[in-house]
């Protein structure tokens, strides 16, 4: 069946170190993987994608690691900041059967960024 | 300035009562979606639709119906029949036929009394 799931449900890390969290999916035929940001109250925000012919992909400050071996995606992010502090979802790309494709979200990883 | 609105932010229902929150986007976008998403979990698919006119079933339709007689609208009815559905619901967009990112609106916050 199809599943992503987080390790992690709360990561607490200081101002200025580097965070990472961590998701295992289980459909291995998946081609295609977002991370969104979700602050307290608001939807979600793009902050990363990749495609499965890839293994990494770098952004601003953040980095996504794909290991289609093990299934597990990461999201690395430089130097977190107190504004980084929110929930942060994978998402995997699912057939509908009709030709369309959903998204596929995991529980949410909340990450504290103490000053 | 593109975006994804939805309203009202907060919603408050009695029981048995139907309420319509609604979603408008002006990114052009043909496919549009309804996810719940409860405390502490991830979101889950009430309906999409790929493009005017036509509009499709996700994991949690029952209790819930739509419509898409505009490309920029899909309206969402929560039902007297939806058990449970004080919520927090998030309306997105996207390119094609699903493939991609997708844009959310800011969610409209629904708590049944």
């Known amino acids: 069946g199809e599943s992503v799931g987080l390790h992690l449900p709360t990561l607490s890390v200081q101002e200025g170190d580097n965070s990472i969290i961590n998701c295992a999916y289980s459909?291995?035929?998946?081609?295609?993987f977002i991370w969104y940001k979700q602050e307290s109250g608001k939807g979600p925000q793009f902050i990363i994608d990749i495609r499965s012919n890839m293994d990494k992909r770098q952004g601003q400050r953040v980095t996504v690691l794909l290991n289609k071996t093990v299934k597990h995606l990461s999201l690395q992010i430089a130097a977190t900041q107190p504004g980084d502090s929110a929930v942060y979802f994978c998402?995997?790309?699912?057939?509908?059967?009709?030709?369309?494709?959903?998204?596929?979200f995991g529980t949410g990883t909340r990450l504290l960024v103490s000053p | 300035d593109g975006g994804i609105t939805q309203s009202p932010k907060y919603l408050f229902r009695k029981e048995g009562q139907n309420v319509t929150l609604s979603c408008e986007q002006n990114l052009n976008h043909d496919a549009m979606y309804w996810y719940r998403q409860d405390p502490g979990q991830g979101l889950r698919l009430i309906y999409y639709?790929?493009?005017?006119?036509?509009?499709q079933k996700g994991d949690i339709a029952e209790g819930y119906s739509v419509s898409r007689e505009k490309k920029e609208s899909f309206p969402l009815t929560v039902t007297s029949a939806q058990k449970n559905p004080t919520a927090f619901y998030l309306c997105a967009s996207s390119y094609g036929r699903g493939s991609g990112e997708q844009f959310f609106g800011p969610g409209t916050r629904l708590t049944v009394l």
């Open positions: 998402a995997e790309k699912s057939p509908l059967g009709t030709g369309f494709q959903k998204l596929v």
């Open positions: 639709s790929q493009i005017v006119n036509d509009f």
């Open positions: 459909n291995s035929a998946s081609d295609y």
